[in-house]
């Protein structure tokens, strides 16, 4: 579930206008990391360093550097497919790095040709490692009065969709300072995985199920073009299940309070310190457990 935070750094160089656009003598269909580089420099004249990478979640990377000479500039990281990028493409991404959600017309461009493409790219048959057991808390635990309740009619055998896979993330130090993914659903592999920096003591049980329960949500309601072609990710359905469940609330509050302690943890790799106003169980959570047997609910 991705946090609702601001994604542009302060040093994050604002592009200039420029009226002269270069274009690489190579051809369109075989841009290499230096083509890209030197179009995009030319285009924002700023110093931009593009690199190929294979991620196909985050295809598009950018952050901000600090050249030797005092300089701000961006590394930009693209996913490989963007070497065959025809001129719309690349010109809707340069127009897309500039104006971000205010490029309405070179957003959608690039939207469909990169899910167009990761759609046409080999399956991968890499085996998923699942781990749902974590050092504090237990993901199957907390999830199965999930699938017996909330989602009985969701999975088989009494609904359509196939159970996903329900794992913690990669147990590795993050990057970002102003913005956090804390759970992901990835349709091929039909994984659930959430970020292990809610694996602390200092983070509720009550809080990484709903987070467990949004991910799910997705697993069952997977995004979707409305009619203009745009993809939406939390549609009317979508969002009118997840407000009406009991906790709703209570766990945005609690996700605006700790937001960013939660990204210093995880940029740091240091454990949150407990404290014990964000360990209480909401008073619409405590009422429902109450009338509960004790073991259908894991906190």
Known sequence: M????????????QP????RIAEPTDSPAAWCEADWSR?????????????????????????????ADGQTGWQLRLHRMFASAPEEVRDALAKWLRAGRRARKAGPILDD????????LPRRTAKVSIEPAGNVHDLETLALPLIVGEFANDFRPRGPHERPRITWG????????????????????????????LDQRAVPAWFVTFVLKHELLHSVLPSSRDAKGKWVHHGPEFRGRES??????????????NLPRLIRSARLGSE???????????????????????HELPF
Do not use: C, M, N
């Open 2 to 13: 991705p946090a609702r935070r601001g994604t542009r750094s302060r040093r994050t160089p």
């Open 244 to 257: 009406a469940w009991l906790e709703y609330e209570s766990a945005l509050r609690w996700e605006r309070q």
């Open 272 to 294: 949150l310190r407990a404290r014990p106003e964000d360990l209480i169980v909401p008073d619409v959570l405590a009422v429902e457990r109450q009338s509960l047997r004790q």
């Open 170 to 197: 990669r147990r590795a130090r993050s990057k970002s300072r102003r913005s956090l993914r804390l759970g992901s659903f990835e349709p091929e592999s039909r994984v659930v995985r959430i970020h292990p920096v």
């Open 39 to 67: 179009f995009l420099t030319d285009r924002f004249e700023l110093p931009i360093e593009v690199s190929f990478g294979r991620s196909r979640s985050a295809p598009v990377q950018a952050r901000a550097f600090e050249a």
């Open 113 to 120: 040709w990169i899910h167009d493409q990761v759609a046409s």
């Open 16 to 19: 200039r206008p420029s009226a």
